[in-house]
Structures are given as C-alpha cells and as structure tokens.
C-alpha cells in the first residue's frame, strides 16, 4: 500500500524526570522516566513498551476476554484473524523505494491497538509491515542494524506479548530495492543479497514459532519464474538459519492478487518451493484481495464479491495439498455494501478452513483513522476501544461467530 512519508524522530540519550510528550515511560528494560507531562498518563498493556498518551489512567478493567475459539455459526472457522499494523513501512513506494528516515513507528498506539484486538475482539495474528532499507539503515548488501532492529522488535516483542497466536513480519518492498526487481533488474539485489538478509533476521526469531516471515509485500511486474528462483533462495536461507518450523510465506506477482495467482502461473511457480530436505511443511501461499473495483485497496466502495475467487483458489488448494493466508484485505470501513462483500468473502474462507490459514485486515497502527481503508479503533476517554463497523461485523465477527 501506499503511505505518507514520515520522519523519526533521532532519541536522546540524556533521561529527564518527566518523560516528553508520547515518549516511552516503561517496559521491562527501560531505565528513563516513568512519569509522564501533566495530562498525559503511562499507557501500554505489556511487559515490552508504554508509553505517555493524552488523558487520565483508566481504571482496571474487569471485562472478561473473550473466547477466540468459538466457532462461527457454520461451525467451521479459520485459524488465524487480525489486523495488519502499519507505520515501519511508511514512505514505500511500490517501485520499492523507500527512505530508511520515513518509518514511522507505531509505538505505543500500536501496542495499544494489539492488546484491544485480542482482548476484547478476539483477535490472534498481527502482521506487522517493514521496509528492508529500514532493518539495514539503507545499505544494500549491509548487515541488519542494530538499532533499527531492536526500535521494530519492540513492536514484535509487543505482538507476542499481547497474546497473539502469530505475529507476521513482513518485508514491505515490492519485489525492489529502489526500483529495481531483485535477481532480475542490472544493478538489483542479487538473490544472494536477498537471501543473505533474510538468513540472518530469521536467525533472531528462529526460537519463536508464534513469528512467521512474510518475504515480501506484493511482486509485480515481473519473470515469475525468475521470481520463484528467488523465493526458494529466501526459503533455504531462512531454514538453514535455525527456522525450520516458522510458517513462511511466499507472494507471486500481480500484487499477489487471489484472484490471479492462477492464471498469472504464481500458483504453477511458486508450487515446487520447498524446505531444505524437500517437504512443503509450514511454506504458505501469500495472497492480498480487496473489493473495490480495480483491486486496489484506494477506493471505500466495494464493487466485488469475492466469494467465487476463494472458491476457486480453494479448490486448487485442496487438489494440490497447500495452504493459503489472505494477508491484505479490506474496504470502505463504513460502507455498507463493503459489509455485506466482505462478510461473504469470510464466510467462503471459513468454508475452505482447511486449506486457508486466515485473514488480516489492512489496517491500522499509525494511519489516521480518516484513512480510506482505516481500521483504526478509537480508545475512549475511559480507557474502552470503538472499532470501525468493519472490524466488528466482519473481520472479528467472522471469525468470532457474531457477525449479525
């Protein structure tokens, strides 16, 4: 998706007494200030990260939490829902470029956001979306950065902490390094560098199996064959670094529509990728959908109905014995029809939960709940979440069985 530049902002290595404003006031390794500016209280919900936010500190809240595995009316459900949480991506273009300098980190929003989905809409899996450049501080071929890396594992920390089933970190570039499709393009990332990198994040996150690597954010315009050479650089890296049981998840071209991953020959390419000693176990197809009426995910209207896309999908994977994760997807959040289309689209899903993982809505974290596709929930004066319709009805309600 497309995002909006932002800069971070460079942090001080000289703690004050009082913390600055919406600045971190605790987790289990923060040694600076605790109390925060007057109007402004510690908020987070976790062991990782809290931070200062405008108001007064709730009180406890005794609203019991509710069961995530309940099954949908049907009496077949997915195994995972959740909802992407966006910000260390923004400033990607889908040429793949993008300024190390524009991540905008979701802090405690985001950590806020996570803890409300799970505890109060049962929510399980939060992919979390990260441009390479960032995690090596935009040198191609560079080692990961340090300190970039332990600013987005603060998110990732917080996911698990949550109480999530999967946290997905998903690498946001398009298939390029500032324009350039890599192992295809003169002057592009080799599929070495590619898999290099990735050796090397998923050697950190190798003991956690709640972690899944997403290995990129929507390819297009590309040898898809080329492209599957590439991926199965990527799947051997990850597996020879010590992650030999994480779900890993591989994207074919076209923005790694649903609707296409047949007819554009993704399914056909990327089906021999395999583990290191020849099984499929844990290699999961990436696909995205939306509903309006180019696929885009621009538009709040929802033009199409893609029940049938799921079906046919589904069937392939059922013939094949593979799985699918619906990663992106989403509509107008107070759109009516978008309700009704996506709603459907769930219920087919639900139907097919023995080759489809689930799905994760796009999306919240740091995009202004004025954002075209915001599932952005509003946090109440008295500490209690509001979701967007579409969060209720459809992206919980589904999964949760109280869609009505």
Same mark, same amino acid.
């Given at each position: 998706?497309?995002?909006?530049?932002?800069t971070?902002?460079? &942090?001080?290595v000289?703690?004050?007494?009082?913390?600055?404003?919406? !600045?971190?006031?605790? !987790?289990?390794?923060?040694?600076?200030?605790?109390?925060?500016?007057?109007?402004?209280?510690?908020?987070? !919900? $976790?062991?990782?990260?809290?931070?200062?936010?405008?108001?007064?500190?709730?009180?406890?809240?005794?609203?019991?939490?509710?069961?995530?595995?309940?099954?949908?009316?049907?009496?077949?459900?997915?195994?995972?829902? !959740?909802? $992407?949480?966006?910000?260390?991506?923004?400033?990607?273009?889908?040429?793949?470029?993008?300024?190390?300098?524009?991540?905008?980190?979701?802090?405690?929003?985001?950590?806020? *956001?996570?803890?409300h989905?799970?505890t109060?809409?049962?929510?399980?899996a939060?992919?979390?979306?990260?441009?390479?450049?960032?995690?090596?501080?935009?040198?191609?071929?560079?080692?990961?950065?340090?300190?970039?890396? /332990?600013?987005?594992?603060?998110?990732?920390? /917080?996911?698990?902490?949550?109480?999530?089933?999967?946290?997905?970190?998903?690498?946001?570039n398009?298939?390029r390094?500032?324009?350039?499709?890599?192992?295809?393009?003169?002057?592009?990332?080799?599929? &070495?560098?590619?898999?290099s990198?990735?050796?090397?994040? +998923?050697?950190?996150?190798?003991?956690?199996?709640?972690?899944?690597f997403?290995?990129?954010n929507?390819p297009?315009?590309?040898?898809?064959?080329?492209?599957?050479?590439?991926? *199965?650089?990527?799947?051997?890296?990850?597996?020879?670094?010590?992650?030999?049981?994480?779900?890993?998840?591989?994207?074919?071209?076209?923005?790694?529509?649903?609707?296409?991953?047949?007819?554009?020959?993704?399914? &056909?390419?990327?089906?021999?990728?395999?583990?290191?000693?020849?099984?499929?176990?844990?290699?999961?197809?990436?696909?995205?959908?939306?509903?309006?009426?180019?696929?885009?995910?621009?538009?709040p *209207?929802?033009?199409?109905?893609?029940? +049938?896309v799921?079906?046919t999908?589904?069937?392939?994977?059922?013939?094949?014995?593979?799985?699918?994760?619906?990663?992106?997807?989403?509509?107008?959040?107070?759109?009516?029809t978008?309700?009704?289309?996506?709603?459907? *689209?769930?219920?087919?899903m639900?139907?097919?939960?023995?080759?489809y993982?689930?799905?994760?809505?796009?999306? &919240?974290g740091?995009?202004?709940p004025?954002?075209?596709?915001?599932?952005?929930?509003?946090?109440?004066?008295?500490?209690?979440?509001?979701?967007?319709?579409?969060?209720?009805?459809?992206?919980?309600?589904?999964?949760n069985?109280?869609?009505?």
């Amino acid at each position: 998706m497309k995002t909006t530049l932002f800069t971070l902002a460079a &942090a001080g290595v000289v703690y004050a007494q009082t913390q600055t404003s919406y !600045g971190q006031c605790g !987790g289990n390794t923060w040694l600076g200030p605790s109390a925060c500016p007057t109007g402004q209280y510690c908020s987070g !919900g $976790n062991d990782y990260y809290s931070g200062c936010v405008p108001g007064t500190a709730p009180p406890t809240s005794t609203r019991p939490k509710p069961t995530a595995t309940r099954a949908p009316a049907s009496g077949k459900r997915v195994k995972y829902a !959740g909802v $992407n949480i966006a910000g260390f991506d923004f400033g990607c273009d889908t040429t793949g470029t993008c300024g190390a300098s524009s991540a905008f980190p979701p802090g405690s929003k985001g950590v806020g *956001q996570m803890n409300h989905f799970v505890t109060d809409d049962g929510l399980n899996a939060f992919r979390l979306p990260v441009s390479w450049q960032y995690l090596v501080n935009g040198v191609l071929g560079g080692s990961i950065n340090a300190n970039n890396l /332990a600013i987005y594992d603060k998110l990732v920390q /917080a996911c698990i902490a949550s109480g999530a089933a999967l946290c997905e970190i998903d690498i946001h570039n398009y298939a390029r390094w500032n324009g350039k499709i890599i192992g295809q393009d003169s002057g592009a990332p080799t599929n &070495a560098q590619f898999a290099s990198f990735w050796g090397s994040l +998923a050697a950190k996150y190798a003991n956690n199996n709640k972690v899944a690597f997403g290995i990129m954010n929507e390819p297009h315009d590309l040898d898809i064959n080329l492209w599957a050479t590439t991926v *199965q650089a990527a799947v051997t890296a990850i597996r020879q670094a010590g992650a030999t049981t994480n779900y890993v998840l591989i994207p074919g071209t076209n923005y790694a529509s649903a609707g296409q991953f047949l007819d554009n020959g993704s399914g &056909a390419a990327l089906l021999p990728v395999h583990n290191p000693d020849g099984t499929f176990t844990n290699i999961i197809f990436d696909v995205h959908k939306y509903l309006d009426s180019d696929n885009s995910g621009t538009h709040p *209207q929802c033009t199409t109905n893609n029940s +049938a896309v799921f079906t046919t999908l589904g069937n392939w994977l059922r013939t094949n014995k593979r799985s699918a994760f619906l990663t992106e997807t989403g509509g107008g959040p107070t759109d009516t029809t978008c309700y009704t289309n996506l709603c459907q *689209q769930f219920e087919t899903m639900n139907s097919y939960n023995d080759v489809y993982f689930g799905w994760i809505g796009w999306a &919240a974290g740091q995009f202004d709940p004025s954002y075209v596709l915001s599932e952005v929930p509003t946090q109440n004066s008295d500490g209690s979440w509001a979701d967007v319709p579409l969060v209720t009805k459809c992206v919980a309600g589904e999964f949760n069985g109280d869609s009505s």
